[in-house]
Every structure is written in C-alpha cells, then in structure tokens.
C-alpha cells in the first residue's frame, strides 16, 4: 500500500499568485503610440485684417503661421467658399499669428469686409495673383 503523503500542519502548500493585470496590460503600448503619424494641417481658419501699404497682389503672413502650412511664397484664400485670391506671401514678424493682412481695395471690389473668416493654404496654382480665382 502507498501511503499518500499529506502536507504536515507547518508546511504550506505552494501559493500561485495571481496574475497582476495592471503590469501585464502595461507591456502592450496605447493606441496612441502605435498610430501616431502626425498629420500635417494644410489649410488654417484666419482672420483677414485690411493693410493700405500692401499691393493687390501682396499679403503678409505671420512666420509662424507660414511654417506651419509650408507657405514659402505663394498663399490662397478662400473667403465662404465663393470667393478665392493668390498671393505673394510676406512673411512678417508683427503680424498676428491668427491673422492675414491683406489689401482692401481687392477686398471690397469683391464684397469681403475686414476682419472675415477666411481659409489659407499654400497656393500650388498658376494663375495670376491678387485677383479672384475661379471656385
């Protein structure tokens, strides 16, 4: 006969631990972190502001601003979706970041007023700047 052997009353049987879910889950990275392209923004809501010392076909832009869309020298605005203009980007440090300068002879020809919501880009056409582009 086998004797089976019992544990003696100051010998434990071996303790499993319990899986800790905190640490494992820790291991795996957030959604974040696996999808993070950065998107590059490619148009910016603005302001325009009326500048008398600018030329039709001149607008200043904030260099922060411009960095961000990647305007070297040419930007385009669109004023509610009818209405959109090429420019010959200046990039000037008193400019607002939020902001555009922009003639106002051309915009009132066309019935923009001062400080109106417009959309800027970075201009990739070829047609002649400071004057309405086709939409």
Request: hydrophobic share 35%; charged share 35%; glycine share 4%.
């Amino acid at each position: 006969m086998e004797e089976k052997k019992q544990p003696r009353e100051h010998e434990e049987a071996p303790k499993l631990e319990k899986p800790n879910l905190p640490r494992m889950l820790a291991v795996i990275p957030p959604a974040s972190a696996i999808k993070s392209r950065s998107k590059k923004v490619t148009e910016k809501r603005i302001r325009l502001k009326y500048d008398y010392s600018l030329e039709p076909e001149e607008a200043k832009i904030s260099p922060s601003l411009a960095r961000e869309l990647g305007i070297t020298e040419l930007l385009e605005i669109t004023v509610a979706g009818r209405h959109r203009f090429a420019f010959k980007a200046i990039i000037d440090e008193e400019v607002e970041e939020n902001r555009v300068h922009v003639n106002p002879d051309l915009m009132e020809e066309h019935g923009i007023s001062d400080n109106s919501i417009a959309t800027v880009r970075p201009y990739k056409g070829s047609e002649k700047l400071g004057v309405r582009l086709s939409v």
